[in-house]
């Protein structure tokens, strides 16, 4: 009787350290509330300054964490240096931007509360307060999330999707990362905000598909204001905004655009105008342009979804002291 009541305990005592690890598997809102209980007011503070310095750090700061979660899942390796860095990939090369302000609120909260919190987690926070200060929803940031210790150059260059691909290869990089087809249409909305180089849409303005004239799904004026913009002779750098009606504001006009053959990018119009898009993403389209307030909502649920990839936790990856290098 003795024996079997230990015995009980015994695995009363490992159900519970199972259930504890489980429970450490998960991301939560409260993960740092007592390690680091000013985390977020913190990291709110530094993105608000980095936006009042430059509005566009808010897009900047978004995709970055896009393109962290991507590869090798929400690690924070998008941000580590080295040649052979994420940042050389074709997808971020001349283009990712943010690392600065990122260095500056890791050392805000490394003086707060050193070693405690990882680049993956302050990422996610400052994505969810650049939307929330540029007139998008808040959410509950969850965290818990580790550091990595490797970047994948090559693992960004086939898990990012192209501006020249289309819907179903982008759909299947989304599904390759546990995102479906409602995701991709909400989180192209990403694309309210921020600007793009004239390099990755300048096929669409003089040429496309080598048929000599433009491409026919942009509407007109667009074309001749973008041609314009980014000259044949050009090199690429120019850039132009993707919400030309309110481009530093986190709305759905981004959708309304696309109704208007308005979209900046060959991926962002295809959501709308390709033969695809008739059976696929057309209605998503729709139904986000005119209600602003169910694409917001739905945008928050896929950032949680998308902030949920791959994290590590326990006591896997570290946490990172400079965003920049793995720990020594
Ligand atoms: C659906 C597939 C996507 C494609 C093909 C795509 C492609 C691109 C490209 C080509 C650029 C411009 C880069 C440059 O100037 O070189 C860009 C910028 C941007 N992307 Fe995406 N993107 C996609 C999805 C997303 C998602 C899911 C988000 C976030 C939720 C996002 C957020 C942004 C933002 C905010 C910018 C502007 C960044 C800035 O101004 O610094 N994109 N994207
Ligand atoms: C790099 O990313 C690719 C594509 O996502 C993946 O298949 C590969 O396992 C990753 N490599 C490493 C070393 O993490
Ligand atoms: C995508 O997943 C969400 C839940 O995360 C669900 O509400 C939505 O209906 C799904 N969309 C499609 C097209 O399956
Ligand atoms: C468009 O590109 C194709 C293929 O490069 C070329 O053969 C054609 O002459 C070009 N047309 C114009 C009008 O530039
Ligand atoms: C475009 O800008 C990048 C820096 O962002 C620079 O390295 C590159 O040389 C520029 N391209 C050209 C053709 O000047
Ligand atoms: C966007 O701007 C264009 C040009 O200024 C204007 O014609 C159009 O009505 C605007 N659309 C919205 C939804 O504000």
């Known amino acids: 009787m003795k024996r079997s009541s230990s015995f009980n305990g015994f695995y009363f005592f490992i159900a519970l350290l199972m259930s504890c690890m489980a429970v450490r598997a998960q991301l939560s809102a409260d993960f740092y509330s007592t390690t680091c209980p000013n985390l977020l007011k913190i990291v709110r503070k530094e993105v608000q300054n980095a936006i009042k310095t430059e509005t566009r750090m808010a897009a900047s ?5 896009f393109h962290d979660c991507f590869v090798n899942g929400c690690d924070g390796s998008v941000l580590l240096d080295g040649s052979d860095g994420e940042k050389f990939a074709f997808p971020n090369l001349n283009s990712a931007r943010g690392f600065e302000v990122m260095d500056s609120i890791k050392s805000s909260v490394e003086s707060a ?16 307060d650049a939307i929330l200060l540029s007139g998008g929803n808040s959410w509950k940031v969850l965290l818990g999330r580790r550091d990595g210790l490797v970047a994948n150059r090559t693992g960004a260059n086939i898990a990012l999707p192209a501006p020249t691909e289309k819907i179903p ?8 990362q546990g995102l ?29 598909s080598s048929t000599g004239a433009p491409d026919s799904t942009m509407e007109t004026t667009m074309v001749s204001d973008l041609q314009g913009r980014c000259p044949i002779t050009g090199d690429g750098n120019n850039t ?9 504001l986190f709305d759905n006009h981004y959708f309304q655009n696309l109704l208007n053959g308005k979209g900046l990018l060959s991926s962002d119009q ?7 898009a008739q059976t696929t993403t057309k209605d998503l389209v729709e139904l986000y342009s005119n209600n602003l307030p169910l694409f917001l909502a739905d945008f928050a649920n896929s950032m949680i979804k998308m902030g949920n990839i791959s994290p590590l936790t326990g006591s896997a990856g570290e946490i990172r002291k400079n965003c920049r290098v793995v720990n020594s």
């Open 180 to 208: 479906n087809l409602t995701d991709v249409v909400v989180l192209s909305g990403g694309h309210s905000i921020g600007f793009a180089r004239c390099v990755t849409f300048s096929d669409r303005l003089f040429n496309f």
């Open 113 to 128: 509360c050193p070693g405690v919190v990882s680049c993956a987690d302050i990422l996610a926070i400052a994505a969810r």
């Open 61 to 65: 700061l978004l995709r970055l964490h």
């Open 240 to 248: 132009a905004p993707f919400d030309r009606n309110s481009t530093d």
């Open 270 to 276: 295809i959501l709308f105008s390709s033969d695809v």
């Open 169 to 176: 290869s982008i759909t299947a990089k989304f599904a390759a």
